[in-house]
């Protein structure tokens, strides 16, 4: 009879006294009445909450570790890791605290682990949303069309928190981002050939409390697109330096040819400030267009 894996359900939370006991009573019940129910442990990372979330989460008989601050979902995910190695976790589960994905698919991206696959992520967007609003909607279809672009593996949840993975890639992806570690993990586990596979999942409406990610629709707009162009900037450094650099050698080439213009209709004299205005913007765009050759260099 084949050992079943060690499982450690790690969840990030900040401020979620009103959802976090629910939670871990609820994983609780789905696990122990699964194949799973004396393999797994269940930790809970809090992330310098003012509230009772740690309070609650060892009354849960969680497992908790406390940030002394607010240090952000990278430096939170990075000291999850740490944890679940430190647990001998042979399969990490990363959950949320706020109650939004559904206990019992966590047994279902575990099987798919265990059938070999690497990292398995619960995918809102082939499964069912109760309700999800549309600047966050449309924020994370453009995410997974950035990481399947960069990646050219197709992705339809690349902003998913509930994702299933081995203890190897857990050792072998460090996050490096201060924002977030949700694309970098996806993105260094394509460039390491592990098998990925994304699973439907439910994703509730938000019942209490506050979403750390979005406090307002303009908030995430502004925080989504910073991060689009981050991944970008950090990962296709050719395409993003590129259209930047190119965009502005046209504008440069385009003054050339109003010169080209002015020469041949009112004569070469009189025009020395926007000969070296042509000059500039050509000269800005070649440089932005070699540092992005430079830095798609140095990345591969």
């Known amino acids: 009879m084949k050992k079943l894996p060690k499982i450690v359900i790690t969840i990030p939370a900040y401020n979620e006294e009103r959802t976090i ?3 871990l009573r609820k994983i609780k019940k789905e696990m122990n009445n699964s194949k799973y129910k004396k393999n797994y442990k269940i930790l809970v990372v809090d992330d310098g909450s003012r509230d009772n979330t740690a309070k609650i989460s060892k009354l849960n008989k969680a497992i908790v570790y406390s940030h002394p601050i607010n240090y952000g979902l990278a430096e ?3 000291t999850e ?3 679940c190695l430190n647990l001998k976790a042979d399969i990490i589960v990363h959950f949320d605290a706020d109650g939004q994905y559904l206990a019992k698919d966590i047994p279902k991206l575990v099987s798919f682990v265990e059938k070999g696959y690497d990292l398995v992520m619960g995918s809102r967007f082939k499964g069912k949303i109760e309700k999800m609003p549309i600047v966050k909607k449309i924020g994370n279809m453009a995410f997974s069309m950035v990481l399947s672009n960069i990646t050219r593996t197709r992705i339809s949840d690349g902003q998913t928190g509930f994702r299933a993975f081995t203890k190897e890639v857990a050792k072998k992806i460090k ?6 570690y949700t694309q970098e993990q996806i993105i260094k586990a394509v460039k390491h050939k592990y098998r990925i596979k994304e699973v439907p999942i439910f994703f509730a409406k938000r019942r209490s409390g506050e979403s750390r990610l979005m406090k307002s629709p303009f908030e995430y707009a502004m925080k989504a697109s910073s991060n689009i ?4 900037r950090d990962y296709e450094p050719l395409k993003f330096f590129g259209l930047i650099g ?3 050698f046209g504008i440069g080439f385009l003054i050339g040819l109003y010169l080209v213009y002015l020469h041949l209709t009112e004569g070469i004299q009189g025009h020395i400030a926007l000969t070296m205005l042509c000059v500039l913007v050509l000269m800005i765009g070649i440089q932005i267009l070699s540092f992005g050759l430079i830095a798609d260099m140095n990345r591969k």
């Open 21 to 23: 006991g629910k939670v």
């Open 76 to 78: 939170t995910f990075r």
């Open 81 to 83: 890791m740490d944890k």
């Open 175 to 180: 996050i490096q981002s201060n924002h977030t």
């Open 229 to 232: 162009i981050r991944v970008y």
């Open 246 to 248: 190119g965009s502005i």
